[in-house]
Nanobody, 125 residues
């Protein structure tokens, strides 16, 4: 099992950037695709991005494509989310999560298994 822990959230003005990091524990980290989803107040959870176990493929929600970049470092067991050109509608709690099973690629929130406790991102207008 992979257990993620997020860090790096905060307050930023619209148009600014933030980098979220996720430290993962578990001996099988390299077998799992990882990703991020978010939840804004009063809204359903939303898939943000995912990256395959080797880091060779990435997937993004249309709402963040071209602005966010997901990456991973398997040696350090880290997953990062670089967020540029932030908008007020990006305000949410962001969760790092592992795919439900090894060698599975998350395409929606339902495809994620273990997740961290979340980190708040607030974008002011």
């Amino acid at each position: 099992q992979v257990q993620p822990v997020e860090s790096g959230g905060g307050l930023v003005q619209a148009g600014g950037s933030l980098r979220l990091s996720c430290a993962a524990s578990g001996r099988t980290f390299t077998n799992y695709a990882m990703g991020w989803f978010r939840q804004a107040p009063g809204k359903e959870r939303e898939f943000v991005a995912a990256i395959t176990w080797g880091g060779g493929r990435t997937y993004y929600a249309d709402s963040v494509k071209g602005r966010f970049t997901i990456s991973r470092d398997n040696a350090e067991k880290m997953v990062n989310l670089q967020m540029n050109s932030l908008k007020p509608e990006d305000t949410a709690v962001y969760y790092c999560a592992a795919a439900k099973g090894p060698w599975e690629l998350p395409r929606s929130v339902a495809d994620f298994g273990s997740r961290g406790q979340g980190t708040q991102v607030t974008v002011s207008s």
